[in-house]
């Protein structure tokens, strides 16, 4: 069956390091995959997109690639701060259907 | 703009009871999803409503479950019969029209608590 890993455990490290998240996936062929933040009490907030024949895409201090054969996801933020902390979320479209796949989600705590 | 707004942000109420929640979309856009998304779960996908379309219902957990789009705009997500177990953040999104299948703009949600 389709699966969507991420990881459970909350990923602290030190402002001004880079933070790199992880999505893996298994029984997919997405045709993109999408990075969403989420803070306590909101809803998600779209962050990237990265299409299936795209390796590597950036925005500010932002990075996330795709290795489709890996079936894999690294989602970097670069130079963190505090204010980055949150949970991230990956997801994944299904072919045949206009609807995303949610991950649960990588809590990310950035420490000053 | 004004994003995508829910109603009410919170809702306390007791088992058996009926609820309904309520979601306006960012104006234009013609997709409409609900998602549940349950402590220290993921979001889990409900129902997608696309314009005219006959909506995909396939994620409802029981038939306790509905949703309704009135004229292509605001949605409503009914809970009759309320469980414990229904409990939950319930998550509204929409996306506009040329990128149905891409960015999905969300809520705030309505937190559901079921006594």
């Known amino acids: 069956s389709q699966k969507i890993e991420q990881n459970s455990e909350a990923l602290n490290i030190q402002e001004g390091k880079t933070a790199t998240l992880t999505c893996n996936y298994t029984?997919?062929?997405?045709?993109?995959l999408q990075w969403y933040r989420q803070d306590p009490g909101r809803g998600p907030v779209f962050l990237l997109l990265i299409r299936e024949n795209e390796k590597e895409k950036r925005k500010e201090r932002l990075k996330v690639t795709f290795d489709t054969t890996l079936k894999q996801s690294l989602f970097h933020i670069t130079a963190s701060q505090p204010a980055d902390s949150a949970t991230y979320l990956c997801?994944?479209?299904?072919?045949?259907?206009?609807?995303?796949?949610f991950g649960k989600g990588t809590m990310l705590l950035v420490s000053p | 703009g004004a994003g995508v707004s829910q109603s009410p942000s919170n809702k306390v109420t007791e088992k058996g009871k009926d609820v309904e929640l309520r979601c306006d979309p960012i104006s234009g856009h013609t997709a409409l999803y609900w998602y549940r998304q349950s402590l220290g779960q993921g979001l889990e996908f409900l129902i997608y409503?696309?314009?005219?379309?006959?909506?995909?219902k396939s994620g409802l957990p029981s038939d306790r479950f509905s949703a309704e789009r009135t004229g292509g705009s605001v949605s409503t997500l009914t809970i009759q019969r309320t469980q414990q177990e229904d409990s939950a953040v319930y998550l509204c999104a929409s996306s506009s029209p040329t990128r149905v299948q891409e960015t999905q703009y969300f809520g705030p949600g309505t937190r559901l608590l079921v006594l």
């Open positions: 029984n997919y062929s997405p045709a993109y």
């Open positions: 409503f696309q314009g005219n379309s006959a909506p995909d």
């Open positions: 997801a994944l479209d299904k072919a045949g259907y206009s609807t995303l796949t």
